[in-house]
């Protein structure tokens, strides 16, 4: 891609990691460390790389998207927000009674939203379902769901790697967020799924490993993807808070929201990273 598109998706990224924090901070709750290790990805996703319209949200032969670790629901809002689904105001009403935006994906109430999840591990089987169906009926819209590395320690989603792989469901990409980070601790700590490369490898997916927030390796990650008659996974490193210099390879961010304090400190540490782009 070119200088000035990197730039601009450099943008959308940093004022989507802002409505992260805007809408945890305002729901004084939330999971912002694993939704701004995503920002990058989900960015791309929505503004390069999916058959979307947020004027027709079902349109039939629309791109899915299915947030497998939906508790990272904050990146998904705020980038569908900055797409234009709803307005970005909408996330300082996050995870309060009677809201839209409830604190896991909601697809019967939120526009954008093509599959509720949040028990973990459940979302991948959703997205294979998806692509069998485009496969059985012959259409020909892609699958995109991304998983947690700690939420990869689930048994299901290994059984629904060896299902896409039986399939052939080369219409299926699975980003796997690789933040070495969970809930309790490092993913080696508490129970890791490592090496994720050979245990996708081993139930025939094509496997890509890049640098998360780097623009150009998700790109050329993607134009792999395009070439390859299987699923495909591609090993995202990230680091967990990514943007907002506290939360960044902090644990206890996975699952807490700023103060007053803290949260004026990340707004005016990523209205800096804006204006400096």
Same mark, same amino acid.
């Given at each position: 891609?070119?200088?000035?598109?990197?730039?601009?998706?450099?943008?959308?990224?940093?004022?989507?990691?802002?409505?992260?924090?805007?809408?945890?901070?305002?729901?004084?709750?939330?999971?912002?460390?694993?939704?701004?290790?995503?920002?990058?990805?989900?960015?791309?996703?929505?503004?390069?790389?999916?058959?979307?319209?947020?004027?027709?949200?079902?349109?039939?032969?629309?791109?899915? $998207?299915?947030?497998?670790?939906?508790?990272?629901?904050?990146?998904?809002?705020?980038? $569908?927000?900055?797409?234009?689904?709803?307005?970005?105001?909408?996330?300082?009403?996050?995870?309060?009674?009677?809201?839209?935006?409830?604190?896991?994906?909601?697809?019967?109430?939120?526009?954008?939203?093509?599959?509720?999840?949040?028990?973990?591990?459940?979302?991948?089987?959703?997205?294979?379902?998806?692509?069998?169906?485009?496969?059985?009926?012959?259409?020909?819209?892609?699958?995109?769901?991304?998983?947690?590395? @700690?939420?990869?320690?689930? @048994?299901?989603?290994?059984?629904?790697?060896?299902?896409?792989?039986?399939?052939? $469901?080369?219409?299926?990409?699975?980003?796997?967020?690789?933040?070495?980070?969970?809930? =309790?601790?490092?993913?080696?700590?508490?129970?890791?799924?490592?090496?994720?490369?050979?245990?996708?490898?081993?139930?025939?997916?094509?496997?890509?490993?890049?640098?998360?927030? =780097?623009?150009?390796?998700?790109?050329?990650?993607?134009?792999?993807?395009?070439?390859?008659?299987?699923?495909?996974?591609?090993?995202?490193?990230?680091?967990?808070?990514?943007?907002?210099?506290?939360?960044?390879?902090?644990?206890?961010?996975?699952?807490?929201?700023?103060? =007053?304090?803290?949260?004026?400190?990340?707004?005016?540490?990523?209205?800096?990273?804006?204006?400096?782009?």
């Amino acid at each position: 891609m070119d200088a000035q598109q990197k730039k601009e998706l450099e943008k959308i990224a940093c004022k989507v990691r802002i409505g992260i924090i805007d809408g945890v901070h305002a729901a004084k709750s939330g999971h912002p460390g694993g939704s701004l290790s995503i920002a990058e990805i989900l960015t791309y996703l929505y503004f390069v790389q999916m058959k979307v319209d947020p004027k027709n949200p079902k349109m039939a032969d629309r791109d899915r $998207l299915v947030l497998s670790k939906g508790h990272a629901a904050p990146a998904l809002y705020s980038v $569908l927000a900055q797409r234009g689904y709803f307005d970005p105001a909408e996330m300082l009403q996050l995870r309060h009674i009677g809201s839209m935006l409830q604190g896991h994906p909601d697809m019967k109430h939120i526009p954008g939203v093509d599959m509720s999840s949040g028990s973990l591990g459940q979302g991948i089987s959703a997205a294979c379902g998806m692509a069998l169906s485009a496969k059985h009926f012959g259409d020909d819209y892609k699958v995109y769901t991304i998983l947690g590395d @700690g939420e990869s320690e689930e @048994g299901q989603v290994w059984e629904a790697a060896m299902f896409a792989g039986n399939k052939g $469901l080369s219409n299926l990409t699975a980003f796997v967020d690789f933040n070495n980070l969970q809930i =309790d601790g490092t993913i080696g700590e508490v129970n890791s799924a490592e090496p994720f490369d050979k245990k996708f490898e081993a139930f025939g997916w094509h496997v890509i490993t890049i640098d998360g927030h =780097d623009f150009d390796q998700i790109e050329a990650a993607l134009k792999e993807a395009a070439t390859v008659d299987k699923p495909v996974a591609i090993i995202a490193k990230t680091v967990k808070g990514k943007g907002v210099s506290y939360m960044e390879n902090a644990v206890n961010w996975h699952g807490a929201a700023p103060n =007053d304090e803290l949260y004026a400190q990340a707004i005016e540490e990523l209205n800096a990273q804006l204006a400096a782009l």
